[in-house]
């Protein structure tokens, strides 16, 4: 199970990494490791998808991706939510 965080985790930052690199295509199979390896953010998964998705113009996707958080508690992600939604 250590093993599988470190991995979920390792995705994740990676992810990250190529968001902010601008390989917006490479972060978003990253993401998905990371979320179905378990990674315990979920709504920053999400987050960092929509990203990449409303960078690639994937409208669509975002769409139902921010749909899905819709009403959902964002804790310390509302901002950053409230910010994609606007764009």
Do not use: C
Request: zero cysteines; a negative charge.
């Amino acid at each position: 199970i250590a093993r599988q965080r470190q991995y979920a985790q390792s995705a994740f930052e990676a992810g990250t990494l190529a968001l902010e690199r601008g390989d917006w295509r490479g972060a978003l199979p990253l993401l998905k490791a990371a979320e179905a390896a378990g990674y315990d953010d979920v709504i920053a998964i999400r987050l960092q998808t929509i990203t990449a998705n409303a960078r690639l113009g994937n409208l669509n996707e975002v769409q139902a991706l921010l749909t899905e958080l819709d009403g959902k508690d964002l804790g310390e992600h509302h901002g950053r939510y409230l910010m994609l939604k606007a764009e």
